[in-house]
T-cell receptor
Framework: GQQLNQSPQSMFIQEGEDVSMNCTSSSIFNTWLWYKQEPGEGPVLLIALYKAGELTSNGRLTAQFGITRKDSFLNISASIPSDVGIYFCAGRLYGNKLVFGAGTILRVKS | GAVVSQHPSWVICKSGTSVKIECRSLDFQATTMFWYRQFPKQSLMLMATSNEGSKATYEQGVEKDKFLINHASLTLSTLTVTSAHPEDSSFYIC???????????FGDGTRLSIL
């Protein structure tokens, strides 16, 4: 079945540093989504990508839909303490269920 | 933006009890709702997909008689964990989408603890 490889598994960075994480798949997707989850809460949608090559920003967050449709990355610039949480990528082929990555745990040292 | 409300947020009950969890889309009509289960430090595991007015589609290994799903309207889906046992303790999360290929928006989850 479809699987997503998300890396890194965890990051512990200094406040102000930039962060980069990515997801790769052996299958193609029509949609890539990036979510953030904080403890005891549900995931919150950060960015949705619908077109190969698409580059989208949301404040300090930037994500890209890979040109091969098999990968996506998320960058966070100038990290702040409230960026801590677990970041999940998710991919979907039209009409099918979401496939989630294992998550990237982000910790920020102030 | 799209808001999904999940209730209750926390349940503690005795073994053998049935527990109902509600998921509501507050500002949009959801053609499809999804129920996930999440174990500590793990990703979300899809349990079932629910369309309004039809039977839910369960993922392999999920007992449909154990986890009853009702999707009575375009804004409400319920998950009932029947005769719950300690191994059913987990974090259950619902999501809803406005249409095919639209992003899923998630509720805040329900922490279920069975004693």
């Amino acid at each position: 079945g479809q699987q997503l490889n998300q890396s890194p598994q965890s990051m512990f960075i200094q406040e102000g540093e930039d962060v980069s994480m990515n997801c790769t798949s052996s299958s193609i997707f029509n949609t890539w989504l990036w979510y953030k989850q904080e403890p005891g809460e549900g995931p919150v949608l950060l960015i949705a990508l619908y077109k190969a090559g698409e580059l989208t920003s949301n404040g300090r967050l930037t994500a890209q839909f890979g040109i091969t449709r098999k990968d996506s990355f998320l960058n966070i610039s100038a990290s702040i303490p409230s960026d801590v949480g677990i970041y999940f990528c998710a991919g979907r082929l039209y009409g099918n269920k979401l496939v989630f990555g294992a998550g990237t745990i982000l910790r920020v040292k102030s | 933006g799209a808001v999904v409300s999940q209730h209750p947020s926390w349940v503690i009950c005795k073994s053998g009890t049935s527990v109902k969890i509600e998921c509501r889309s507050l500002d949009f009509q959801a053609t499809t709702m999804f129920w996930y289960r999440q174990f500590p430090k793990q990703s979300l595991m899809l349990m079932a997909t629910s369309n309004e007015g039809s039977k839910a589609t369960y993922e392999q290994g999920v007992e449909k008689d154990k986890f009853l799903i009702n999707h009575a309207s375009l804004t409400l889906s319920t998950l009932t964990v029947t005769s719950a046992h300690p191994e059913d303790s987990s974090f259950y999360i619902c999501s809803a989408e406005m249409g095919a290929n639209q992003p899923q928006h998630f509720g805040d989850g329900t922490r279920l603890s069975i004693l």
